[in-house]
């Protein structure tokens, strides 16, 4: 039996109660744990494959999501307008619900070893209409440095980092809450 309840998870800011979407949204990842878990994983999953096998329930649940690589099967969203309404400005996003505003990043190996968790909460906090960012990291993501096994906790380094943004109020983030989830 496990003694930790998958995924793992945090809304930030910590002093307001997770928004309803959140719960449907956890029970997405929950139901492909199998799929990409990272918990005990001894190999990486590239980002497009967690996404890939989140896709359709989170389609089910009113999102928008990146099917491919070519343009046509890109989220797109804006950032700047320019010359008769025109999108002058715009970033790809793994996906994007409307209603609620909740835009989507899937990182992987990247994300634990550079920063892309940065990029991400920059990058959102300029998207037109983002309410919310849901960012999903692995727990661990394990790979070979100098021919020894390294583990990065890209989860836990991007909690520490959006408590200490929240914590601090030094650096306000225009949403109106992050999901950060590790699977």
């Not at 930030?12 to 139901?31: G, K, L, T």
């Not at 070519?70 to 996003?93: M, Q, T």
Request: glycine residues 8%; contains cysteine; hydrophobic residues 40%.
């Amino acid at each position: 039996m496990r003694s930790q309840v998958y995924p793992s998870w945090d809304y930030f800011p910590r002093n307001v109660r997770p928004p309803e979407w959140v719960e449907p949204f956890i029970e997405n990842v929950r139901a492909v744990e199998q799929s990409i878990s990272t918990v005990e994983r001894k190999t990486g999953l590239d980002s497009d494959r967690v996404l890939q096998e989140l896709a359709a329930g989170l389609r089910g649940l009113g999102f928008a999501v990146e099917s491919g690589k070519k343009a046509s099967e890109r989220i797109r969203r804006p950032v700047l307008f320019g010359s008769n309404g025109h999108a002058e400005v715009s970033y790809e996003i793994d996906a994007f619900h409307d209603t609620h505003g909740i835009v989507v990043e899937v990182e992987a190996g990247r994300g634990a070893r550079g920063n892309a968790t940065y990029r991400d909460i920059i990058r959102t906090s300029l998207i037109v209409d983002a309410k919310y960012l849901a960012l999903l990291l692995p727990v661990a993501y394990r790979h070979v440095s100098s021919g020894r096994e390294v583990s990065v906790r890209a989860y836990k380094d991007c909690a520490d980092l959006l408590s200490a943004l929240y914590a601090s109020q030094r650096l306000p983030l225009p949403f109106r809450g992050v999901l950060l989830v590790g699977y």
